[in-house]
């Protein structure tokens, strides 16, 4: 792992600012706390006030809309949004690694024409990795996009891509030369497709608790112009294996079901729980090692290895804590937070899938530790 960060002064002073905010929005109704709210909170209201407030786009550089902040004071921002379980999936994916990624791989006219949007909480991104039949394999991806005069020609499908029916595009890994067996991270490139294309049909995957975030895309010869290729010909697995830093190192892989042990924490019975005890030592180290990967980011460094650690460890816990929870509580009663628990039950199994699955990541942690 990296250097743990020192929680600063000024670190803790935001983190106050943010939940006397977050704390008055919910009492005025704005909104209910909820689980895994970075997936299923969709609110872009809430986005605008975020941003109106400068949380979003805080590592985006002044002269595209942003604040020009670090990453360490954009983690304290996200750590307590969703310890408050606020509704931030409209702006998630754009702000997370949509930005990080056009900020190092973007051209000047994709910078100007994204990230002021999305510092203004008025843009809205998915991912477009994951393949049906080719799990958290994103080497056997089979979209492909052919090169045209003046774009590329983009057939394929995409699975799993969270908010693609709300959102207005998706950075897609498509291969734009054919597969070798001898070298299989080539071939591969990054193209920014609009979701509201010609050709482009999106068919919703409805979960288990019956919600759509999930959605299967499929790109019927969609028309993506030059001009929207992220970094060059070929990159795109340099820029995927970048992006996945910031999507499995953050605060939303083990704060999901934060609501459901704060709700535990302030039980009569609560006080010499071993089991909460050892749950807050997990989420103590977690919030250090997670903080230290957001410090590798803001330095420049690699912290691929270690965000997959986070990704693991983090995601078996939220499903700890979802289980205990349903353990400890009478379904069906009607109450909100019976409600969160079967919530977080069903989502459960999405936990340790998205982001690549902890199985595969082991193989990753393995290989990069030196051990296979």
């Known amino acids: 792992m ?18 006397a ?34 949380w979003l786009g805080m590592t985006i550089p002044p002269q ?11 983690f304290a921002v996200t750590e307590e949004l969703l310890a408050a379980g606020a509704p931030v ?7 997370r690694q949509v930005a990080p990624s056009l900020l190092r791989f973007g051209t000047e006219e994709q910078k100007q024409a994204y990230l002021p949007r999305i510092a203004a909480g008025e843009c809205s991104f998915a991912i477009g990795m994951s393949e049906p039949d080719s799990g958290s394999d994103l080497a056997s991806v089979r ?35 054919p597969p070798d067996p001898q070298h299989r991270h080539d071939g591969l490139s ?30 019927d010869g969609v028309f993506v112009p030059d001009e929207r290729l992220l970094g060059d010909v ?25 609501l459901l042990v704060r709700a535990w924490a302030s039980g009569a019975d609560a006080s010499g729980d071993v089991g909460l005890g050892a749950t807050v030592a997990r989420l103590r180290a977690l919030h250090e090692m997670s903080l230290a990967v957001a410090a590798a980011l803001q330095a420049g460094a690699e912290a691929d290895l270690p965000a997959a650690m986070v990704k693991v460890l983090g995601t078996r816990l939220e499903g700890d804590i979802a289980e205990r929870a349903h353990l400890a509580t009478t379904p069906g009663d009607g109450s909100a937070y019976s409600e969160a628990v079967e919530l977080a039950l069903l989502q459960r199994p999405g936990f340790t899938l998205r982001g690549g699955t902890n199985e595969i990541l082991r193989g990753v942690i ?7």
């Open 143 to 177: 979209a492909r996009a052919e090169k045209v005069d003046g774009g590329w020609r983009v057939t394929g499908t995409k699975v799993w891509t969270s908010g693609a029916h709300e959102a207005e595009a998706f950075i897609a890994l498509v291969r734009t030369a």
């Open 21 to 54: 905010f977050a704390a008055d929005e919910i009492a005025q109704r704005r909104w209910q706390p909820g689980v895994d709210s970075w997936l299923t909170g969709w609110d872009p209201a809430f986005s605008k006030r975020l941003a109106g407030r400068g």
């Open 234 to 258: 070929g990159s795109g697995w340099r820029g995927v294996t970048s992006e996945l830093a910031y999507e499995r190192s953050g605060p939303e892989r083990w704060l999901s079901t934060f």
């Open 190 to 219: 990054q193209l920014i497709v609009e979701l509201r294309a010609p050709g482009v049909r999106i068919s919703p995957i409805i979960s288990m608790s019956g919600r759509h975030h999930f959605n299967e895309v499929h790109l």
């Open 2 to 19: 990296p250097p743990v960060a020192a929680e600063t002064p000024e670190l803790a002073a935001l983190r106050r600012e943010v939940r």
């Open 64 to 74: 595209y809309g942003g604040r020009g902040r670090g990453f360490l004071e954009r």
């Open 366 to 372: 393995a290989r990069g530790l030196g051990l296979r």
């Open 89 to 95: 999936g409209f702006h998630w994916i754009a702000d």
